[in-house]
T-cell receptor, first 111, second 112 residues
């Protein structure tokens, strides 16, 4: 079945360094969503990408959707301690409207 | 504006006991999802409903798991009998369409 893979699983950076997480799907996605989960919290929606090659920015966060709509990335510039958490990408399942989540990338930022 | 409401927030139960998790989706949302999160398996979709009708329950791990949605404002996920490997965080989520999915704060289940 369709799977959404994310790398890396973990990333530890110093505050001020950049961070990137990558998401790959075995099949073409109609859209991709990104979520952030703080430690002990619940996933919170960040953004949705729909168009091939789409790039969206939210302050220090840049999201990209690949031309083939099979991969995506989230890049954080100059990380801050508030960026700590797990970042998930999610693509729609073929069987209908439900999201298949990647296993997430856990980001740790040390001051 | 209330979000997705789940109860209980935390539950510790003994193996073999029945566990019932409850969820109230955001008013007006017609999709409801139950996810389970563990360190090993990440976020897994268990089942989802559209207009109170179960659409896909292929993620339900075993017959010990069942879910119902008797009306648009309430859903339950039941585990009977519970086992230690069912220990996880169970999230309920809802959405009104092909847009943001809103998660509840989760029910943290420990089966001893």
């Amino acid at each position: 079945g369709q799977q959404v893979m994310q790398i890396p699983q973990y990333q530890h950076v110093q505050e001020g360094e950049d961070f990137t997480t990558y998401c790959n799907s075995s099949t073409t996605l109609s859209n991709i969503q990104w979520y952030k989960q703080r430690p002990g919290g619940h996933p919170v929606f960040l953004i949705q990408l729909v168009k091939s090659g789409e790039v969206k920015k939210q302050k220090r966060l840049t999201f990209q959707f690949g031309e083939a709509k099979k991969n995506s990335s989230l890049h954080i510039t100059a990380t801050q301690t508030t960026d700590v958490g797990t970042y998930f990408c999610a693509g729609e399942l073929n069987s209908g409207y439900a999201l298949n989540f990647g296993k997430g990338t856990s980001l740790l930022v040390t001051p | 504006d209330a979000g997705v409401i789940q109860s209980p927030r935390h539950e510790v139960t003994e193996m073999g006991q029945e566990v019932t998790l409850r969820c109230k989706p955001i008013s007006g949302h017609d999709y409801l999802f139950w996810y389970r999160q563990t360190m090993m398996r990440g976020l897994e979709l268990l089942i989802y409903f559209n207009n109170n009708v179960p659409i896909d329950d292929s993620g339900m791990p075993e017959d010990r798991f069942s879910a119902k949605m008797p009306n648009a404002s309430f859903s339950t996920l039941k585990i009977q009998p519970s086992e230690p490997r069912d220990s996880a965080v169970y999230f309920c989520a809802s959405t009104g369409g092909r847009n943001t999915i809103y998660f509840g704060e989760g029910s943290w289940l420990t089966v001893v």
